[in-house]
């Protein structure tokens, strides 16, 4: 990564108690609840439908439906918060006993949780496995995504690569559990790249890093 993060420090609150929401319970509690009633099989054979068939016949989702949070597993939960909190600028919003912690931009509960009830101390799953590719966090406009970046440079903390994509400007990187991390923020609608029929078109060109950290240091006044 290129950067050293926190050490472990005290002052945790109280361990979880029965009764909050099951989706933030630790696995634990988790294996009380109810059995999923759509099997691996069942998904299996629902996915041998062809897939144009499969999609006329599913009514589209709410077009307000949004992804709410993500929840990481993480080895160090301290190492996990000097991240996304100390160098990227999340807050905390409250700690889930010991091993969990929720943080968010903005007042909202959580846009990401973070827990060691499975991983503490350890190990990224290997190349190979399904899993997260990564996770992206939107950010408002260009300013605020040069912005990420000076933090990175201050932190020391390397890229992976940086692209723009037509509709977006994009950073990528991996936090301290080599889970994937995409930066970017997108332009304006009208100025999606589109074919002459008006489909999406998007694409991946390099990203001018010293634009945008210009951008930034243009912002910051140094």
């Not at 997260?132 to 020391?156: C, F, G, Q």
């Amino acid at each position: 990564m290129g950067a050293r993060f926190g050490d472990r420090n005290e002052g945790r609150s109280a361990e979880p108690h029965q009764g909050h929401h099951a989706c933030i319970m630790p696995p634990t509690s988790e294996r009380q609840l109810a059995k999923r009633p759509t099997s691996r099989d069942d998904c299996s054979r629902l996915l041998k439908m062809e897939l144009p068939q499969l999609m006329s016949d599913t009514q589209s989702i709410h077009p307000d439906v949004r992804i709410g949070h993500v929840h990481l597993k993480v080895a160090d939960l301290d190492r996990a918060l000097a991240f996304y909190c100390g160098v990227l600028g999340f807050q905390l919003t409250q700690y889930y006993g010991r091993a969990a912690a929720f943080i968010s931009a903005g007042g909202y509960h959580h846009h990401i949780g973070l827990n060691t009830w499975e991983s503490l101390g350890g190990s990224p799953p290997p190349r190979g496995s399904t899993g997260l590719y990564h996770l992206a966090i939107l950010y408002p406009t260009r300013a605020e995504l040069a912005d990420a970046l000076l933090r990175l440079v201050r932190a020391s903390i390397s890229l992976d690569g940086a692209s723009d994509h037509g509709v977006s400007e994009a950073l990528y990187l991996h936090d301290p559990d080599d889970n994937g991390v995409e930066l970017y923020w997108d332009r304006p609608r009208e100025k999606w790249p589109r074919t002459a029929d008006g489909e999406l078109e998007m694409f991946t060109r390099p990203l001018d890093l010293d634009n945008l950290l210009a951008e930034a240091h243009s912002r910051s006044g140094n």
